[in-house]
């Protein structure tokens, strides 16, 4: 029995409904992906039980394994692989190695991954720039992956909540979008959040009911602003 995976071979981001989805295009049962699977990586472990709760998402595949199932459904790895969140599955989407990316970005391997597997991101100016280069990040998923989204979302609470214009240059500042490309977003985000507010009160729900909304409303400020932002680009 093969032993637990190592932290370097914890499941990616697996899009388990395309796994099904492209098994059952081409006509094959979780039996015959096990089968393809021990004949072909000798991964004898993984069992029509296994396949089925990948595609249920009760399970994910390793990487080793992610790649291994891809050549069993003819397709490419990217197909297999959900919306990427930290910086590991940022660079496994793209198919790089831990040391490939640590040496393009002129950072010491070991650094590098303790930045994966702990989610805090310690590279200066000009690492995280070339980071972003090289894994192709969005500013979105740029502050997402070296932890900047904690204060962007204190910036926007407070934009919501106050003046707006007041912190409109902090947060071109933090994101490295012109002012003038946040004035819409910005705008829009207090109107909806005053509104809000305002609209729970006059139906006489009270106060608590109005903070409720609003505290709903900031635990996805964050979301709501680069949704926003790049509506707008």
Known sequence: MPGPPSPHDRPAPF????????RESLGMTPSHVAHGLHAAFGLRHVTPDT?????RGTAAPSPSELTALSSVLWCDPTQLIGTPRGLREHRLVRGYAAADV????GMDVGAYEHAEL???????ARQTAALTSVLGLSSRDR???TGDDERLAGLLGDA?????QAHIRA????TGHDRRTLDGPLRTMHQEYQHLMTATLSRGAGAAASGEQGRAYLEQVVDRFW???EASA
């Open 227 to 229: 949704d926003l932002v």
């Open 143 to 145: 502050m997402g992956v």
């Open 102 to 105: 640590a040496r393009a970005i």
């Open 171 to 174: 947060i071109a500042k933090l």
């Open 15 to 22: 899009d388990a409904a395309a796994a099904r989805r492209i």
């Open 51 to 55: 396949v089925i709760a990948w595609e």
């Open 118 to 124: 702990t989610g805090v991101w310690t590279g200066d």
């Open 160 to 164: 919501v909540s106050t003046r707006w």
